[in-house]
């Protein structure tokens, strides 16, 4: 199944990865055909927040200095899509406390790998084919199974305002009943590994299965991965992407205190006036194949990975802090690690957070990389 083992390269250059399948799930795009045409057609996904999500009234507040409360009300937000559990092997009893990155994490991982032809691959390639996600610390069953367990607190609370013994018993009881109860699924059903780790058991894959987490790094590094485990001939093929499924108050709550949201209803990267971000929901996933093996298969290639640059800031300002001398050092890292020089590229997508501070470190690392030695102008999306 495999090319034959041989010695592993110094740069990806030499030994690409090819892109055969996708999918993904947006905000307004249930696909990737969707999610491409929104982009083409230029459409704005970004909403106010539906009621069906949470309440606007309870959490909303101008006022930025206003305790629990976020300054933004909108965001994007992941539409409504048809999961039959049973497809997978999924008992509907467990649905209840099993978080939704889980069930739409493995319908999309599905859904690429029917889109690179392997929708019914061989046990033999599935044996040797892994899933590394990107997903971060928001899983929105965890605030629920959390939040229950804070009856000890209610309970002195309502004692201490004067309430009866029954009274007390009874209205915590009633408030318990508000979330999700806690049973033996409920574990497996909060942990974000195990968004990979579902889609590994549910699709019967016998490679790697892991999820990272590095902020808005995240996806790429699981990238970087993936790729590592095809170049280390541990795999054969590989799902990889990011997941993040948690519009949620907490998450809103993170940001607003932060502060990094924008006060306005739009966000304007590398604008003078640019006031910060917005937060939206998604999915992405792509399967992976050494090059030479797709071209040997026969696969559909949608793009090739030649390079991948990853850099950390050291000490610094704060942990939080961009630092552009270090944005630059991860995208020399790439162009080296592709055998490309920064003048040969022709489109530039960058990170575009839309903070006054990370909008001018990004700015000012891509100004040093390429900007060296090139008196092009270079397009920036």
Request: with cysteine; net charge negative.
């Amino acid at each position: 199944m495999s090319s034959a083992p041989q010695s592993i390269p110094s740069r990806l250059g030499d030994r690409p990865i090819a892109i055969i399948g996708m999918s993904a799930l947006f905000p307004q795009a249930e696909n990737i055909g969707q999610y491409w045409n929104n982009i083409v057609e230029q459409i704005d996904s970004i909403i106010e927040i539906p009621e069906s999500r949470w309440s606007i009234e309870d959490y909303f507040d101008l006022d930025q200095n206003a305790p629990d409360k976020s300054y933004s009300k909108h965001g994007g937000f992941l539409p409504d899509v048809d999961f039959n559990p049973m497809d997978f092997g999924i008992p509907p009893n467990i649905l209840e406390v099993t978080d939704s990155s889980q069930l739409l994490g493995l319908l999309t991982a599905k859904n690429a790998l029917q889109d690179g032809g392997y929708g019914e691959a061989s046990e033999e390639l599935l044996d040797r084919t892994g899933v590394i996600l990107g997903v971060t610390a928001g899983m929105k069953l965890m605030g629920s199974l959390t939040a229950r367990l804070q009856y000890p607190i209610w309970e002195r609370v309502l004692r201490r305002s004067g309430f009866s013994e029954n009274e007390t018993r009874r209205l915590i009881e009633r408030m318990k009943k508000a979330y999700v109860r806690w049973e033996e699924n409920s574990f497996p059903g909060l942990l974000g590994n195990v968004i990979a780790g579902r889609i590994a058991n549910r699709l019967n894959l016998g490679g790697t299965n892991c999820t990272v987490d590095a902020a808005c790094a995240s996806s790429l590094s699981a990238m970087k991965m993936a790729i590592s485990d095809l170049n280390e001939h541990r795999a054969d093929m590989m799902i990889t992407g990011g997941v993040d499924s948690d519009n949620s108050p907490f998450m809103y709550m993170c940001f607003s205190k932060t502060p990094a949201f924008t006060a306005d209803e739009k966000v304007k990267p590398f604008d003078a006036d640019s006031k910060g971000i917005m937060i939206g929901e998604g999915l992405g996933m792509v399967i992976l194949k050494r090059l030479e093996d797709a071209e040997r298969d026969g696969d559909r290639i949608y793009s090739v990975i030649r390079g991948i640059g990853t850099s950390s800031d050291g000490r610094f300002k704060s942990i939080y802090a961009p630092r552009s001398s270090g944005q630059a050092k991860a995208l020399r890292r790439a162009y080296q690690d592709a055998g490309f020089a920064p003048e040969s590229v022709g489109l530039i997508e960058a990170h575009g957070t839309g903070t006054t501070a990370g909008d001018l470190a990004e700015f000012e690392g891509l100004k040093e990389v390429f900007a060296e030695n090139n008196n092009k102008k270079q397009h920036i999306a």
